[in-house]
């Protein structure tokens, strides 16, 4: 008998790193995670990795996927189209301490990003990760597992509970706070059904599917950025999110940081389709 049971409530993919996501009702899984999710990134003059933590107003770049590729749009901008088949000459950039080779999507992208960003002094690319060589989760975390990403800040899906958010939100409430949706905190998969934060005590996660089962190792507790305090109708922070979380969401296990939901790896169930409300079995890790 599974300790705990439930139903997926929501997909999410943030298909360019940092910038706006997509509610799904289904969507195929692969090794690397949802489809789609963050293979493409923003990087600046030097082939680094830029996001919402420098550029706030990324939170305002909106996604879409099409049959014929991804849509970034952007208040007072027209969309523009970035084709699945665009082919850019290979670069190396950087996301956070791995260095990999992706494809450059073009000048007119580029153009783009470049007016809305509006960064002085700095310009500039979207890439797509090319594939030439894996980006590998942190084998400390998976126990030796390869796990590989796209661009991603480490893992392949991030789990969060509906709990979590709605536990966030009374408190938020009880201080005279706006409430927050989920998608402050970019999860992959939202989980209802459970206690708030009882995915930290989940080991792996079962979903069937029409064509079997999927099944997800919870590996890590996701430490929590400034990214989640940033207001997604303003692109200003503090909100008040990071306040409240402080005061009881440090985990004695990550030296203290402030964690919600926790990041996953594909243990079973790549090529496999998820659909919102799916039941779920799940076990505790001891």
């Excluded at 680094?48 to 991804?70: E, K």
């Excluded at 126990?143 to 009374?170: C, K, M, W, Y």
């Excluded at 997604?232 to 203290?256: I, K, Q």
């Amino acid at each position: 008998m599974s300790d705990c049971v439930g139903v997926l409530s929501l997909l999410f993919v943030y298909p360019v790193k940092s910038c706006a996501g997509i509610a799904l009702e289904s969507t195929r899984i692969a090794g690397t995670g949802l489809a789609h999710d963050r293979a493409w990134m923003i990087v600046d003059q030097t082939g680094r990795f830029v996001t919402q933590r420098q550029i706030p107003h990324m939170c305002w770049i909106g996604t879409a996927l099409t049959d014929r590729g991804l849509v970034m749009s952007a208040p007072g901008f027209e969309p523009v189209d970035v084709p699945f088949d665009r082919d850019g000459p290979l670069r190396q950039v950087t996301v956070w301490n791995d260095t990999v080779l992706a494809a450059d999507m073009g000048d007119a992208v580029a153009t783009w990003l470049d007016a809305f960003l509006a960064v002085p002094g700095r310009q500039f690319r979207l890439v797509r990760f090319a594939g030439h060589s894996p980006r590998l989760s942190d084998p400390d975390w998976t126990h030796g597992v390869s796990a590989p990403n796209f661009f991603s800040d480490g893992f392949p899906v991030l789990v969060i509970t509906q709990g979590a958010i709605d536990e966030l939100n009374r408190r938020l409430r009880g201080q005279g706070l706006d409430p927050v949706g989920v998608q402050r905190f970019r999860p992959n998969i939202v989980l209802s059904g459970l206690a708030p934060h009882e995915e930290d005590q989940i080991g792996r996660l079962v979903i069937p599917t029409g064509s079997g089962a999927v099944a997800l190792d919870l590996v890590k507790p996701c430490t929590r950025c400034s990214i989640p305090d940033i207001n997604p109708n303003t692109a200003m922070a503090p909100t008040g999110v990071a306040a409240t979380l402080a005061g009881y969401r440090g985990l004695a296990r990550m030296g203290g940081a402030i964690c919600v939901g926790m990041n996953a790896i594909v243990r079973e169930g790549a090529g496999r389709t998820l659909h919102t409300g799916l039941p779920f079995t799940a076990d505790y890790a001891f």
